[in-house]
Nanobody, 116 residues
Framework: QVQLVESGGGSVQAGGSLRLSCVAS????????MAWYRQVPGKQREWVAS???????IHANSVKGRFTISRDNAKNTVYLQMNSLKPEDTAAYYC??????????WGQGTQVTVSS
């Protein structure tokens, strides 16, 4: 059974921090590079960060130095630590495998709202 359950979002003021979590089914998590994405209504989903099964990470320029992706392979969980949040980080955040394709399953996401 495919499962992606994101949590940890909320409303914070600019400069604040949040830690997002995503529990994934083993079929998605175990052998895949995982990633976080975000989407604002009316815009395309945007890639935020990726982490390989071995822990190699890469972050989008817009979040580099502020966000950190990590994973716990024993818990099938990927995290996104978000610091120094800005209003432009406001979006619904989703996790999935980096190689996600059109038609693949997505979870419900978790909303992050940053006020100035």
């Amino acid at each position: 059974q495919v499962q992606l359950v994101e949590s940890g979002g909320g409303s914070v003021q600019a400069g604040g921090s949040l830690r997002l979590s995503c529990v994934a089914s083993g079929s998605i998590f175990r052998f895949n590079t995982m990633a976080w994405y975000r989407q604002v209504p009316g815009k395309q989903r945007e890639w935020v960060a990726s982490i390989s099964t071995g822990g190699t990470t890469i972050h989008a320029n817009s979040v580099k130095g502020r966000f950190t992706i990590s994973r716990d392979n024993a818990k099938n969980t990927v995290y996104l630590q978000m610091n120094s949040l800005k209003p432009e980080d406001t979006a619904a955040y989703y996790c999935n495998k980096e190689s996600v394709r059109a038609g693949d399953y997505w979870g419900q996401g978790t909303q992050v709202t940053v006020s100035s």
